[in-house]
Each structure stands twice: as C-alpha cells, then as structure tokens.
C-alpha cells in the first residue's frame, strides 16, 4: 500500500499525554497536513462552569503526509509513534477522515464510544450529511449515523433528524 513514496496517505500519531496541540503547532510550522477533531467540553468548578476544547481521541492526530514527512513527524518529542499494521504504517481511509470532518462541521450532538460499531455500510444521499458514508443506527426510535476508525478503536455517533436520512 505504501510502494509510492510520494503518494500521501492518512497516518494516526500516538502523542504524549496532553501533546495533542503541541503536536499540531509543530506540524503547522513543519507545513504537514494534519486533522485534530477537538469537542467542546463544559467543566464545573464549584465557582464558575467554562467551556474547554479538547481533542475529540485523546493522544490521537491525523497527518496526511507522504513517507518522507510522516518520518519527520515522528522525530518530533512529543510524538509517542506512528500506529502500525503488523510493523508497517498504518494508514485510515480518507472517506472516514472526510465524514468526521462533516461531522463536526455540522455541530450536531456527537457520542464518543471505545469500540467499534459493526454493521452495514451506508451512504446519506441527502440532507445535510449528503455523501457521507457510514454505519446507519437506529436505537431507540432514533436514527443515528456512526463512523468507526478501526485503527485506534473509536466509533463517532451523531444524531440525525429524520429528513437527514435518504439512503
């Protein structure tokens, strides 16, 4: 899969604990294309409540590099390493990176669950997540849309209104 050493692919980054925009900075001035998914998280203190982004997989980053820079990016000291597929890089398929983006861009409700959800593949073909490929669920009389990355264990599961669903 990596025989073209320019070809660029999706790599996942293991990062150090709370590295994660260390890691981004560095591969902002690096010039290496990276995708940190990142939430808003509401924290209570007993004075005041505040609202805090943090990483969507804690101690994950996505880079779309070629051979040449995922080697680079891995020198950096906050990265841990670069998950592997028996002893080769391993690499997350585009379509799965592009949906979580849609999905986070449209700012619906989203679950994060350890594991991952196996059932058919779809794709939306209308509404506001139309042309996005992944697992249609229905719990509870509610349809939800699930994207699964096998690679570091994760299922992303966003609500849809009805009329979002045209399969």
Request: with cysteine.
């Given at each position: 899969?990596?025989?073209?050493?320019?070809?660029k692919?999706?790599?996942?980054?293991?990062?150090?604990?709370?590295?994660?925009?260390?890691?981004?900075?560095?591969?902002s001035?690096?010039?290496?294309?990276y995708?940190?998914?990142?939430?808003?998280?509401?924290?209570?203190?007993s004075?005041?409540?505040?609202?805090?982004?943090?990483?969507?997989?804690?101690?994950?980053?996505?880079?779309?590099?070629?051979?040449?820079?995922?080697?680079?990016?891995?020198?950096?000291?906050?990265?841990?390493?670069?998950?592997?597929?028996?002893?080769?890089?391993?690499?997350?398929?585009?379509?799965?990176?592009?949906?979580?983006?849609?999905?986070?861009i449209?700012?619906?409700?989203?679950?994060?669950?350890?594991?991952?959800?196996?059932?058919k593949?779809?794709?939306?073909?209308?509404?506001?997540?139309?042309?996005?490929?992944?697992?249609?669920?229905?719990?509870?009389n509610?349809?939800?849309l699930?994207?699964?990355?096998?690679?570091?264990?994760?299922?992303?599961?966003?609500?849809?209104?009805?009329?979002?669903?045209?399969?």
């Amino acid at each position: 899969m990596l025989d073209n050493k320019s070809a660029k692919y999706w790599f996942v980054l293991y990062t150090h604990s709370k590295c994660e925009f260390k890691v981004a900075d560095s591969l902002s001035d690096m010039q290496i294309e990276y995708f940190l998914p990142t939430k808003i998280f509401v924290r209570k203190w007993s004075d005041r409540k505040k609202e805090i982004e943090l990483p969507l997989f804690a101690g994950y980053i996505f880079i779309y590099a070629n051979e040449f820079e995922r080697l680079k990016s891995i020198e950096l000291k906050q990265v841990a390493r670069c998950l592997t597929d028996f002893g080769k890089p391993a690499t997350v398929p585009e379509w799965q990176i592009e949906s979580l983006k849609k999905m986070l861009i449209e700012k619906h409700q989203i679950e994060i669950i350890n594991g991952i959800v196996k059932v058919k593949e779809v794709q939306i073909n209308s509404g506001v997540f139309s042309g996005m490929r992944g697992i249609l669920v229905d719990v509870k009389n509610k349809n939800q849309l699930a994207i699964s990355i096998e690679l570091i264990n994760r299922t992303v599961i966003v609500n849809l209104n009805t009329d979002c669903v045209g399969i």
